[in-house]
């Protein structure tokens, strides 16, 4: 880990007064959240890719279900590319 993911992580919004949110453009659809996810609260779902040169059948998306997330953290912390954050519910 690296002094600015553990500055980041030092700060993170966590408990159940937050909530992750996924940065869609930021998501590379590699389901790291979806595996360290206990709540089920990530769904991976299928959109088409946006790029004109790569020919790709199935790009994916991670998308969080509010309910059943607890606000942990987890995802934010296994998310290679940051596009998970907390927000406020």
Request: proline share 6%; charged share 30%.
């Amino acid at each position: 880990m690296t002094a600015q993911r553990a500055g980041e992580r030092a700060k993170l919004k966590i408990g159940p007064e937050h909530v992750a949110w996924v940065k869609e453009e930021l998501c590379i659809g590699c389901d790291q959240c979806t595996i360290v996810c206990d709540d089920h609260a990530i769904e991976v779902y299928p959109v088409k890719l946006r790029s004109p040169i790569l020919d790709v059948d199935i790009n994916k998306k991670a998308r969080i279900l509010r309910e059943p997330c607890t606000g942990c953290g987890l995802c934010v912390l296994a998310c290679p590319t940051d596009a998970i954050v907390m927000i406020d519910r």
